[in-house]
Every structure is written in structure tokens, then in C-alpha cells.
Nanobody
């Protein structure tokens, strides 16, 4: 498994931007599909975005499409989530996830990923 550490969360006003980072340990980062999920208290963890190992394929939840961008730098073992035009409903704990082989049918499911970070809080004020 790979160890993941998220950073970049914080408090921002509606319409603002944040960039989350997820640093991964290990020398095989470029073999992993990476994902971002989010969770609010009392609700299930939900998919936000994912990116394949090559960076050539990206996936987004409909709720963030056009506002969020996922990217990765394999040389730095880091995946990013650029979040623009933030809304109060984006408030959540954001988690980074990794898995070596995620099928198309599981890439939007938490069960498709085996390694998780500790999460970073994002709060969007109205």
C-alpha cells in the first residue's frame, strides 16, 4: 500500500478557490489511479474526481464538473485538486485515495480504492 497525506484545506468564501494536494510515499506512485472523495457528517463518502496513472483519463462527479480539476505530477508523487467557484455545499472533509487497478465501474466508488489519507477540511462560507 501507499501512504497518503493531504494538505491545502481551509476556510474560503463562496466563489473562492483552493488547491488540495496529496503527497504519496513509495516508488510506484505512477502505477496508481488516484481519487478524491469527500464526506460530511452523517452522510456517505462521495466521489469527487479521479485520474488514471498516466493522467490521460480523468473522471468527475457531475456536481463539480467544470469547477474542479484533478491533476498529478508523477515526478513529485503528488496529486492535486484545483477547486474553483466554490459553493457552501462543497464543505466537507476531502480524502485522497489510491489503488493500482480500478475498473471503470468502481472508480467512482470508495470500495474501489484501498489506500486512504487522513483527510483535510474544506469549509466554504456563504
Amino acid at each position: 500500500q501507499v501512504q497518503l497525506v493531504e494538505s491545502g484545506g481551509g476556510l474560503v468564501q463562496t466563489g473562492g478557490s483552493l488547491r488540495l494536494s496529496c503527497a504519496a510515499s513509495g516508488r510506484t506512485f505512477n502505477k496508481y489511479t488516484m481519487g478524491w472523495f469527500r464526506q460530511v457528517p452523517g452522510k456517505e463518502r462521495e466521489f469527487v474526481a479521479a485520474i488514471r496513472w498516466s493522467g490521460g483519463n480523468t473522471y468527475y462527479a457531475d456536481s463539480v464538473k467544470g469547477r474542479f480539476t484533478i491533476s498529478r505530477d508523477n515526478a513529485k508523487n503528488t496529486v492535486y485538486l484545483q477547486m474553483n467557484s466554490l459553493k457552501p455545499e462543497d464543505t466537507a472533509v476531502y480524502y485522497c485515495a489510491a489503488e493500482t487497478d480500478v475498473s471503470y465501474y468502481l472508480i467512482r466508488e470508495p470500495s474501489g480504492f484501498g489506500s486512504w489519507g487522513q483527510g483535510t477540511q474544506v469549509t466554504v462560507s456563504s
